[in-house]
T-cell receptor, first 115, second 114 residues
């Protein structure tokens, strides 16, 4: 099993450009998450998908959109990139047990720089 | 929503010493508290977790304690080794639109010197 995979690993954008970060998991997990990690700020939740067909905002959703394409894939889109979106982006997944929180498995991350 | 505070932000110890990292949370309904280790340039990985019906959990050199009344939990690493050097994050589960999400602390950089 590959676990959680992300593409690309690195990306440089100019202000105003758009791009989509891809995430896939092969663990048959129901829930998927997108986080951003900035120095000294920990991991902050952008959007999540509790199950296929649903998406919800997290702590810092402004400037982002998501699509849960199917059970395996969850993409994050920046429509008009801004320098404030320079960050490392992590995707994660979890096997949801109703009413019970559990381990999240993280992908390797995408390092995004917006000039 | 949930708020998690983590201290200290950096911690330097000598090899063989113990290290303690502390976190507090705000939502009394939180019931799951994981700890993640992140090595430089790598992804966060779970090292230990505890649920609210348990006060302490151990796994070899690492242990976590939970005080629900005071809403704080701690990570204890004994006999530290250089390979323990990393950033450690605590987190607490919260409920967002009926589903469980994690709120992370800002991290502690642990440096173990030989």
């Amino acid at each position: 099993n590959a676990g959680v995979t992300q593409t690309p690993k690195f990306q440089v954008l100019k202000t105003g450009q758009s791009m989509t970060l891809q995430c896939a998991q092969d663990m048959n997990h129901n829930s998927m998450y997108w986080y951003r990690q900035d120095p000294g700020m920990g991991l902050r939740l952008i959007y999540y998908s509790a199950s296929e067909g649903t998406t919800d905002k997290g702590e810092v959703p402004n400037g982002y959109n998501v699509s849960r394409l199917n059970k395996r894939e969850f993409s994050l889109r920046l429509e008009s990139a801004a320098p404030s979106q320079t960050s490392v982006y992590f995707c994660a997944s979890r096997k949801t047990l109703v009413g019970l929180a559990g381990e999240q498995f993280f992908g390797p991350g995408t390092r995004l720089t917006v000039l | 929503g949930e708020n998690v505070e983590q201290h200290p932000s950096t911690l330097s110890v000598q090899e063989g010493d113990s290290a303690v990292i502390k976190c507090t949370y705000s939502d009394s309904a939180s019931n799951y508290f994981p700890w993640y280790k992140q090595e430089l340039g790598k992804r966060p990985q779970l090292i230990i977790d505890i649920r609210s019906n348990v006060g302490e959990k151990k796994d070899q050199r690492i242990a976590v304690t939970l005080n629900k009344t005071a809403k704080h939990f701690s990570l204890h690493i004994t006999e530290t080794q250089p390979e323990d050097s990393a950033v450690y994050f605590c987190a607490a589960s919260g409920t967002n639109s009926g589903y469980s999400t994690l709120t992370f602390g800002k991290g502690t950089m642990l440096l173990v010197s030989p």
